[in-house]
């Protein structure tokens, strides 16, 4: 019915085109800083006495635009629309549906440059993290639109005589989603358009940090003809009517990426049965990591320094995926250290408009947490690159930072930073390498280079994260191609971007008929 689905490809940004367009895309989304975006419910643009001011960090003065900012009062109502219009989108074929996705994804792809650019701006990822975002945006409304289709097929059932027996699965309600900044397109698409392809309405609450790009994207979601009150925007501060969407009697799932502080509030506060409130409410919460990568003396070194200093560095270390402990065995530490200062210091540190390897962090708060966390970090380990803030147009500038030395249950081992710091860490052996690697509460990526064939497949069994990686990156999972989410502390495994996520936000309803004579 719709065209295989495949992962949007990245572009090439060698070539002289390409940049042209982008540049292009950088100066009309510059022409727009400034603009006032409303709240979206049922439909409407809802404007606000307070607003939320959203900020370029490579240049902190600089103003992508403001948006209104919903309270408990904007809130309740985006949650009655969402009630409102969900008997009929639940009612309309799952194909209709997911006709309104794949249109979506269109006209996202159409304007992917636009999108991109709004990211380089106002998240601070440099041409291919803003794309590679935007792509996996795409790619999450087009292959769940696939999914939607087909888990609106009966499930096979065992055929019992004297009766009919049919079970299918049907969406829920209206559910509030609570993505976090640093996939700001990604995960707020996925988390919301998962759920809607599979029939549910929402409540989307977009992290304070990044709502514009959210409410360009809601201005795709009315062209690809959604129905009114179907997907409802309402930027806000979480610490305001977080608790409040996640507590209300009338909310029936919540969604959640963020940290694991917010993630166990928003478990706990779910858990909570309200008055008036008809039904156990369901709540995923993916959450945080401290992502290892372990190198043995059989690997390739070169590549897998090469590898390390991405996986640390890219998009200022500020992915959930993103490598915060590198693991050497004893006998290649110091020359595969040596290779990760080199390249962690030739990074070069720049506006991401100007597409740069480093750019700043998201914000003035992180940019204090993170410099406090190097400060900490230096009482128990040795830097051995960066440590230092970096002054530039005023930005949120940090040098990527590397200490070495690291004990297994130092802070800087266990505690997630999420910003440009990794720790190194010495092992004996590869057994202790692997011990090392899954001694902390978290569990979501994971990497191993080696040539070793036993020792990878002992990383397959023993090497407990949710996605585990070998002899490459341990960032960049593509949809379709490697479901994400992780174990333990990391969160509730909801697996975005696999053959189950929609099954999250729906019912199994099995009907029995027994056949009697006409
Ligand atoms: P965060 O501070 O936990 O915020 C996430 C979202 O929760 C934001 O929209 C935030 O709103 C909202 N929020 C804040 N307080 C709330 C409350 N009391 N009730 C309900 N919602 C509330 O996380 P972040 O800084 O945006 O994101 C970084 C974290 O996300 C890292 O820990 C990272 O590892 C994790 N992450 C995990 C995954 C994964 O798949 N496992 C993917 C990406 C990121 P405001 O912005 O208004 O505060």
């Known amino acids: 019915m719709f065209p295989p ?15 042209a367009a982008y540049e292009l895309a950088l100066a009309g989304v510059a022409e727009r800083f400034g603009a006032a ?10 404007e606000t006495d307070a607003t939320i001011t959203s900020v370029n960090p490579a240049r902190p003065d600089e103003v992508i635009g403001t948006i209104a900012s919903g309270g408990t009062g904007e ?32 006209i996202m792809r159409r304007n992917k440059y636009e999108l991109s650019a709004i990211e380089t701006y106002e998240a601070g990822k440099n041409w291919l993290e803003a794309e590679a975002d935007v792509a996996e945006a795409i790619d999450f409304v087009d292959y769940y639109a696939r999914q939607a289709v087909r888990l609106a097929e009966p499930l096979p059932v ?3 005589p004297g009766e009919e027996n049919e079970s299918h699965l049907i969406p829920m309600g209206a559910g509030v989603a609570i993505p976090p900044w640093n996939f700001p397109l990604a995960i707020l698409v996925g988390m919301a358009i998962g759920p809607v392809l599979a029939g549910n309405t929402l409540v989307l609450k977009p ?31 979480g610490g305001e009517i977080g608790d409040f969407l996640v507590d209300h009697p009338k909310t029936r799932f919540v969604n959640f990426t963020g940290s694991k502080e ?34 043995d003396e059989t690997a390739d070194l070169k590549a897998a320094a090469a590898d390390a200093v991405r996986s640390a560095f890219g998009f200022q270390g500020q992915k959930c995926s993103a490598a915060s402990r590198l693991i050497l065995i004893d006998s290649i530490h110091d020359e595969v250290l040596d290779m990760v200062v080199e390249g962690a210091s030739a990074l070069e540190i720049g506006p991401p408009k100007d597409d740069f390897a480093v750019g700043p962090v998201i914000s003035a708060t992180q940019h204090q947490s993170i410099l406090g966390e190097i400060a900490k970090g230096t009482k128990e380990a040795k830097a051995v690159a960066g440590g230092a803030a970096v002054d530039r147009d005023g930005g949120w500038y940090l040098q990527p930072t590397v200490f070495a030395e690291v004990s297994p249950d130092a802070r800087l081992a266990q505690h997630e930073i999420f910003g440009p710091v990794l720790s190194v860490i010495r092992a004996a052996d590869f057994d202790e390498a692997i011990e090392i690697a899954n001694g902390t509460e978290f569990g979501l990526t994971g990497g191993v280079y080696s040539r070793d064939r036993s020792r990878i497949e002992r990383a397959r069994r023993d090497f407990h994260v949710g996605n585990l990686y070998v002899n490459r990156k341990i960032t960049g999972a593509l949809v379709g191609v490697q479901p994400f989410g992780g174990f333990n502390m990391s969160g509730s495994n909801a697996k975005a971007g696999g053959p189950d996520y929609l099954r999250l936000f729906m019912e199994m309803k099995s009907v029995t008929e027994r056949w009697i004579a006409p």
């Open 5 to 19: 689905y495949h992962p949007e490809p990245y572009s090439d940004f060698t070539e002289p085109a390409k940049r």
């Open 207 to 237: 992290a304070s940090n990044t709502p514009i790009i959210g409410a360009r994207w809601m201005e795709m979601v009315a062209a690809a003809g959604f129905p009114a009150g179907v997907i409802n925007y309402v930027p806000g501060s």
């Open 75 to 106: 809130a309740g109502e985006a949650l009655a629309a969402a009630w409102e219009a969900f008997p009929r989108w639940a009612s309309l074929p799952a194909v209709d549906r997911a006709r309104h996705g794949v249109k979506l994804a269109a």
């Open 158 to 160: 065992v055929p019992w």
């Open 37 to 46: 975006y409303p709240l979206v419910i049922g439909g409407d643009a809802v």
């Open 262 to 295: 917010i993630g166990l509030r928003i478990a706990e506060r779910s858990a909570k049965v309200h008055e008036g409130q008809k039904w156990l409410k369901r709540a995923f919460m993916e959450m945080g990591g401290k992502d290892a990568m372990i190198v």
